[in-house]
């Protein structure tokens, strides 16, 4: 007999004769309830075990997190809280979970230690929740650019360039550390490497993608991305999913429609699609915020968070208007920020962002049109800007709780202003002289953004680390798994 997901059972139609479930136990009480999950819905099916007949050898065996198969008939339970159960008439070990030592015990763990145990968190309800939305999501994100006739590109992991000028790359060699191949100056000699050149892991498909997009029409690229820099903090992975569509005679106005649409549209698809999994994670934040001080808890409940999103637009600010609103803030005349902001050209801060969105506007931000030279060589020079205040068609969007969830731009297209730009950042030519060629050949108004999948997956799912909404976090100082 074929067992049926508990998922199917519990939404049965009708009672039936019998049915075979398998899955883990979660609890087993009073020698009778085993609460089983096998991970197709948050919810367990409780198996009532006739406890009088069944030899004290196998009760002994139903201990939480042991696997089992359960045959009997699917009854209308008596018990609150759900539905049906099943009336067990056979119970099969499949595999033992010795109590003593089985991690994951039906009590609450602190989040250090769940991260420390990734590879049986995920037998959380929490975690089972997390990873259901998280795939939810990945299909959302195909489905919305699909829709719309989007091509998906694959750009690839391993690059010769570093598309964001940032230098936090992770080498790719296949040299020996002993036996390092030096030039005559003393230098690694690269040519005597696997590819024969410097390569190292992405840090953004952007640059490739744009090369597909002026061919295509409308890509998109979902896949890791890599990044070396030091960043400790809740928002930042050494190894993060981005989605990077890029869009051929868009710009900067459409870039933003086409983001904030995006947004809505994947939100939408989760709600619709996890309601369950949501109302439980809503509850989970609930309870952890009972231990923060007021000030500190969130507004709004998790759902309402996520239908305010649906239903408002994101407003969009200049970077010179919130340059003003920040300067003129009170964190900032009373010097609580970390940075005081003084004067145009700063560079924006976490803690500037999320007063911008959190504190003065209360909704998702949109900001745009930032100081050149605080962003990437590939952005679009805004025209008729006075010297020493040129701007770029830059767009970020800032999040309640998260922050920057996008990063995107308007691109140059215009060769010899962006040579000009590489030349002063001291961009090599010749290694990106592939991508020169978007310009040299049909050049054409693009635009494009990425945004950080694990950074969207938080805030769906209300949790508040980073390293909670991504099944093997890559951290400084942790590769574990
Ligand atoms: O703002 P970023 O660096 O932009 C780019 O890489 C552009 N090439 C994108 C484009 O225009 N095609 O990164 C984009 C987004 C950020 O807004 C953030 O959500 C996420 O990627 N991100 C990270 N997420 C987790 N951990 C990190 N270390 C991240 N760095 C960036
Ligand atoms: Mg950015």
Same mark, same amino acid.
């Given at each position: 007999?074929?067992? @049926? =997901?508990? =998922? ?22 009073? %020698? ?45 339970? =008596? ?28 009590? =609450? ?122 960043? %400790? @903090? ?95 803030? @009170? ?133 508040? %680390? ?16």
């Amino acid at each position: 007999m074929r067992h @049926t =997901k508990v =998922k199917e059972l519990l939404n049965s139609a009708s009672t039936l004769p019998e049915v075979n479930a398998k899955g883990w136990v979660r609890t087993f009480r009073n %020698n009778q309830f085993i609460a089983l999950n096998d991970g197709s819905t948050i919810n367990n099916i409780q198996c009532v075990v006739d406890f009088e007949n069944t030899p004290d050898e196998i009760l002994k065996r139903i201990t939480t997190g042991a696997s089992v198969s359960v045959t009997g008939a699917l009854v209308e339970s =008596k018990g609150a809280g759900q539905k049906y159960e099943i009336q067990v008439a056979n119970l099969e070990i499949l595999g033992d979970s010795d109590p003593e030592k089985f991690p994951m015990q039906p009590k =609450k763990h602190s989040m250090e230690f769940l991260r420390e145990n990734a590879h049986l968190r995920v037998r959380t309800n929490a975690f089972g929740a997390i990873m259901r939305v998280r795939s939810v999501l990945s299909f959302a994100v195909h489905s919305y650019f699909q829709e719309k006739g989007f091509v998906y590109v694959n750009t690839p992991i391993i690059t010769g360039s570093d598309a964001e000028g940032a230098g936090e790359m992770f080498k790719v060699t296949a040299l020996s550390f002993d036996k390092t191949p030096r030039t005559e100056d003393g230098k690694v000699n690269y040519k005597e490497d696997f590819f024969g050149k410097e390569t190292n892991l992405t840090v953004s498909g952007q640059l490739e993608g744009e090369t597909f997009a002026m061919a295509l029409g409308q890509i998109y690229t979902f896949g890791p991305t890599f990044r070396a820099e030091n960043s %400790n @903090t809740s928002r930042h992975l050494a190894e993060f999913w981005m989605i990077e569509p890029e869009v051929a005679f868009n710009d900067l106005n459409d870039n933003m429609d086409l983001a904030e649409e995006f947004i809505q549209y994947v939100i939408k698809y989760a709600l619709e699609k996890c309601p369950e999994d949501l109302k439980f994670l809503e509850a989970r934040l609930l309870d952890e915020e009972k231990s923060k001080p007021q000030a500190e808890r969130s507004e709004m409940a998790l759902l309402d968070k996520l239908d305010f999103v649906l239903k408002n637009n994101f407003k969009r600010v200049s970077y010179t208007e919130a340059i003003d609103i920040l300067r003129n803030c @009170t964190p900032n005349k009373k010097k609580k920020f970390n940075y005081i902001i003084n004067e145009w050209g700063a560079d924006l801060q976490s803690e500037h962002e999320r007063y911008l969105v959190e504190k003065h506007f209360k909704c998702p931000v949109i900001l745009f049109d930032y100081p050149a030279n605080i962003k990437a060589f590939y952005m679009r020079l805004n025209d008729n800007t006075a010297p020493g205040k040129e701007t770029v068609r830059a767009m970020d969007i800032l999040f309640p709780g998260i922050g920057e969830i996008v990063g995107g731009s308007q691109r140059e297209e215009r060769f010899d202003v962006l040579i000009e730009k590489m030349k002063a950042l001291n961009i090599d030519e010749q290694e990106l002289s592939w991508y020169l060629d978007t310009r040299r050949f049909g050049s054409a108004v693009h635009s494009g953004f990425g945004l950080g999948f694990e950074r969207l997956v938080l805030f769906v799912t209300g949790m508040t %680390n980073i390293r909670d909404v991504i099944p093997f976090p890559r951290t400084p100082g942790s590769a574990e798994f």
